[in-house]
């Protein structure tokens, strides 16, 4: 079974600083997606990213970055110099692909909520 | 290009009562998913529809809970008779295909149940 932790609930920084947002995955799969998703205040959940389990490259976009290792099953997220604009809950998911059935579907994080502080 | 868009944006009512939420995705997005978002939680699919056909309900409360996609567009959820443990947020979102493409979120329903 597919499972999606976030074990930091809540975190709180001040702008400018770095954080990183902890993700571990469990899956008996050996091809999967992982995302990352942010759900500002005003509710919608907006993509960030999505990595497939062959692509162990790390990402960065912007001040954004991923550092996905399989040897762990992790898929951290880092904000560097993190703007009061990044505040949010943040969610990890996890698919599991089968030849890209219509009938996958994407198990979520329970999030973790992200504070800046001016 | 428009959103997914969801109302009504907030539902209060008493247990026992029926209530019912309508999305309309993306236009041309074929796949349509329903997800209910519990306080401190993450979203949880209830039921995923490609086109006007479900692909996937398995975790839809089926007694009381039902949901349509009438010719493959607009789609509306409804609860029948409600419980408090249903007030959640209720997330619609479209894609093009499958789950493993980026979702479109719209703004959700916040519900409570008295």
């Known amino acids: 079974a597919q499972k999606v932790t976030q074990a930091q609930t809540e975190i709180s920084v001040v702008e400018k600083e770095d954080v990183t947002l902890d993700c571990v995955y469990e899956t008996r799969d050996t091809t999967y997606y992982l995302f990352w998703y942010k759900q500002p205040p005003s509710g919608e959940l907006v993509f960030l990213i999505r990595r497939n389990s062959f692509d162990e490259q790390n990402e960065i976009s912007g001040r954004y970055s991923w550092n996905f290792q399989k040897s762990t099953s992790s898929f951290n997220f880092t904000i560097t110099a993190s703007q009061v604009v990044d505040s949010a809950v943040y969610f990890c998911?996890?698919?599991?692909?089968?030849?890209?059935?219509?009938?996958?579907?994407?198990?979520f994080g329970k999030g973790t909520r992200l504070h800046i502080l001016p | 290009e428009a959103g997914v868009a969801q109302s009504p944006r907030y539902k209060i009512i008493e247990k026992r009562q029926s209530v019912a939420f309508w999305c309309n995705p993306i236009?041309?997005?074929?796949?349509l998913y329903w997800y209910q978002q519990i306080l401190g939680q993450g979203p949880k699919l209830l039921i995923q529809f490609q086109n006007n056909g479900v692909v996937d309900d398995s975790q839809l409360p089926k007694d009381r809970f039902s949901a349509e996609r009438l010719k493959g567009v607009d789609s509306t959820l409804k609860i029948q008779p409600a419980k408090l443990e249903d007030s959640a947020v209720y997330l619609c979102?479209?894609?093009?295909?499958?789950?493993?493409?980026?979702?479109?979120f719209g703004p959700g329903t916040r519900l409570t149940v008295l």
């Open positions: 998911a996890l698919s599991e692909a089968r030849a890209m059935n219509r009938d996958d579907k994407i198990i």
């Open positions: 236009s041309g997005h074929a796949t």
């Open positions: 979102a479209s894609s093009f295909g499958t789950p493993l493409v980026e979702q479109f």
